[in-house]
């Protein structure tokens, strides 16, 4: 690994490494071995349905067991993975017509926290934030880091989401945050998505600042359709190339 690699640390011996603390080298070994599989599931390299064994896997990331076994209870916690007793680890099986119903779903829940969002008081507050958020996805896609791109796209969301005021909106939307950030990181690998999503964000921000609550919800309820749609070719597509 590089010191040029997002998210991870120089390691003794790279440019400019030194010898960090064992305690965030072992972190950082961790969270390069959970973006890297986590780009594989996505990216549908790890079928829906397969089995990841640790011993394999040392082999593929060149790590220790360790940071895999890490990473494999924090993707399970996303709901990326699935645990089975006396089984092991398997990929989260996840058809087209799951995630239609969850993006049906989330046209609505995101409409209605996008209009209460343009309706606060504060909402000058909330756009900034929203705008800083938007400034490092731009980053991240320049970059070429999806999976960077993909958390700070459920961050965007998310502030959205809790600034609704409204507890049974957030638990219900929270609930969805494993297919959240599995929607996003596959309809973003689709041609041409991305500029699109991040234009809309910049449409959902000046809605949201203008206190327009009627547009905000069009934006929003459009963006996550557009979403939809997007994912739908990508997993399509993935489909026909197995």
Do not use: C
């Not at 064994?53 to 924090?74: C, D, G, M, Y």
């Not at 504060?122 to 800083?132: Q, S």
């Not at 880091?145 to 638990?171: G, K, P, Q």
């Not at 203008?210 to 547009?215: F, L, M, Q, R, T």
């Amino acid at each position: 690994m590089s010191a040029s690699t997002p998210g991870v640390r120089p390691q003794p011996g790279d440019p400019g490494g030194g010898l960090p603390d064992r305690t965030v080298q072992r972190a950082t070994l961790a969270d390069h071995a959970y973006r890297q599989l986590r780009a594989a599931i996505v990216s549908r390299e790890l079928k829906p349905g397969e089995k990841l064994v640790v011993r394999p896997l040392e082999e593929r990331l060149q790590l220790s067991p360790t940071p895999i076994k890490a990473a494999l209870i924090a993707l399970e916690r996303e709901g990326f993975i699935t645990s089975v007793p006396h089984r092991g680890f398997f990929v989260t099986e996840v058809t087209a017509e799951d995630m239609q119903e969850i993006y049906e779903l989330r046209e609505a829940l995101e409409a209605i926290a996008a209009r209460k969002a343009a309706e606060r008081t504060d909402r000058e507050a909330l756009a900034d934030r929203l705008k800083t958020l938007l400034d490092q996805q731009f980053d991240r896609v320049e970059a070429g880091d999806l999976v960077a791109y993909s958390d700070l796209d459920l961050d965007f969301h998310r502030a959205i989401w809790a600034s609704a005021s409204n507890r049974r909106l957030l638990s219900a939307v929270e609930n969805l945050v494993a297919q959240v950030r599995f929607g996003s990181g596959t309809s973003s690998r689709l041609e041409g998505r991305l500029p699109k999503a991040l234009r809309e964000h910049v449409a959902i921000i000046a809605a949201i600042r203008n206190g327009d609550a009627a547009v905000a919800a069009e934006k929003s309820r459009q963006h996550v359709r557009l979403s939809g749609e997007a994912f739908a070719q990508y997993f399509a597509r993935q489909d026909g190339q197995t």
